[in-house]
């Protein structure tokens, strides 16, 4: 490899390092979250494992909304069955 090259691909390597980093985040956790993310990890990456528990917890709120729907009556009560799913979602945030 010549000199020509090296630097080339130096500037690839550098440009994908730039592009990944760019596009992440630093979080600071507690260290028992830490631990609980850590136990779920798997071989995946801590950015997977959140995606999927926020995906779970979206997917259970969806669930409860249209259960909610099919045993409810009036607009009213369906708003108000709604609303106290969200409360409920959001209490334990």
Do not use: C
């Not at 909304?65 to 979602?89: H, L, N, T």
């Amino acid at each position: 490899m010549d000199l020509s090259e090296v630097s080339k691909k130096l500037g690839e390597i550098l440009n994908i390092i730039i592009y990944n980093t760019r596009y992440m985040k630093t979080l600071t956790i507690r260290e028992d979250v830490y631990r609980k993310l850590l136990s779920l990890k798997d071989g995946k990456s801590f950015s997977d494992i959140i995606d999927e528990l926020i995906r779970r917890d979206l997917e259970r709120r969806v669930n409860k909304i249209v259960e909610a729907s099919f045993k409810a009556g009036p607009p009213e009560d369906i708003e108000e069955i709604m609303r106290r799913i969200r409360e409920e979602f959001r209490a334990r945030v």
